[in-house]
């Protein structure tokens, strides 16, 4: 079980787990490239060096190249523990390899997300997924991601799912019928005696009430319900109140 499994919540699930395109690996170890570049220049340099300064120039070497794949290995570290991923309720972005920093946004609090794909990204399935949140907080630019495309649409996809769910449009799945179980028998009906009540509905605080009307909304004026279903959802919800 991963790190970022154990971060779920109860009844959370993930949809999907993207990392960086291994691009990034490249561009984060410009250090060590260059440690070898200057590496290679010593060696060519000390063919002509005084034999005092060929043994002084020789360590140099050893350690710039020495140095170059330890700055590489800590950087395949990073990003191998660098990952993105979307569940039913949320988008987390968790990295760090001793030393853990996860970062989450709400499905709810995200407004829009923007993917910028170079021609250079396309050919090679990458981009750079911008979300803009509701709040400061929160993931804010997913760069270099590998499949970028497809990343955004689970995102839009479980947003819309969880839109859903909170308005009420969307019901609950019931409790599975364990099998070979018996069915209860039906009571009949006896003189006098009245069928039984539906539960009250539960109440709720006006900040609620006034969240999922937005929610409601925007649904209605995407096609997802019709009017009439908004309407009585919602005289249903002011009366919650």
């Known amino acids: 079980m991963g790190y970022l499994d154990n971060l779920l919540a109860s009844g959370e699930q993930q949809l999907r787990r993207e990392h960086q395109h291994w691009f990034v690996v490249v561009a984060d170890a410009r250090y060590a490239i260059l440690a070898w570049i200057a590496a290679i220049a010593l060696l060519i340099l000390s063919g002509f060096a005084p034999d005092a300064l060929k043994a002084p ?32 309720r949320r988008v987390l972005k968790t990295e760090g390899v001793i030393n853990k920093r996860v970062i989450d946004s709400s499905l709810e609090k995200i407004n829009d997300a923007i993917l910028t794909e170079s021609i250079f990204g396309r050919i090679f399935g990458f981009g750079d997924l911008e979300i803009l949140t509701a709040s400061e907080s929160g993931i804010s630019l997913l760069r270099m991601l590998r499949q970028a495309d497809d990343f955004k649409r689970t995102m839009l996809d479980a947003k819309h ?21 018996p069915a209860a028998p039906m009571q009949p009906a006896t003189a006098g005696s009245s069928p039984a009540a539906a539960p009250p509905a539960s109440a709720m605080s006006a900040d609620e009430v006034t969240r999922t009307l937005a929610n409601l909304a925007d649904l209605r004026d995407r096609g997802a319900i019709s009017p009439e279903e908004y309407e009585a959802k919602k005289a249903d919800l002011l009366g919650r109140i």
Do not use: C, D, H, K
């Open 57 to 88: 120039l020789g360590w140099v070497i050893v350690v710039l190249v020495v140095g170059g794949l330890l700055y590489l290995g800590w950087q395949i570290l990073r990003w191998q523990n660098e990952e993105f991923v979307v569940t039913s």
């Open 161 to 181: 799912e969880l839109e859903l769910e909170l308005s009420g449009a969307r019901p609950m799945p019931g409790p599975a019928i364990r099998s070979g179980a």
